[in-house]
């Protein structure tokens, strides 16, 4: 018989750990619809190269096999969100967090304030982004690092201070 030699984990009732845990999923998504979607007789496919997701393997394993899940496969917004939701509910509850958690972390304001940014950040680093295919991780390192700067930071927290996280003023960070 083989006897565990420590103590199996308990699930996490960290809401900002489970918050930045959907945020990745959510933010590979968008990867993946900003350089691999395709247009197929009028409908868009994601085509994910198969050495795309080999490299997203060393460093991001949950996130690769999100990636396998969905290319090849037809998406809109619907299905986007659709499908982000049952892969983070699949993999992640009870597994890594407490029943109920992922469920506030997709309704708390952090997870809304964060999509808020991400949107900000993709639309004024696009043309960056655009010229050429980067690598999930890069995809990462770039957000975070624009994430992490003082000004992102103040303009952050501000709009968290607000309580207005769907629509923040007008002026953009940069």
Known sequence: MNCPTTTPQAPSTDLNAAVGDIFKVLAAE????????????????LDIPAERILAAEKNQPLLAEFLKEITAKPTDYETSQRVVGEFVFR???VSRYAPGILSQAFDSEAFKLENRLFAMWLTSHEAIMDERVRELDEWFEYYEGWRASEQVRRF??????????????????H
């Open 30 to 45: 968008n990867w993946a619809r900003f350089y691999f979607a395709v247009d197929r007789d009028g409908q868009v496919f």
């Open 91 to 93: 993999n992640l509850e």
């Open 156 to 173: 952050a927290a501000g709009l968290a201070g607000s309580g207005n996280v769907e629509k923040p003023e007008q002026g953009g960070v």
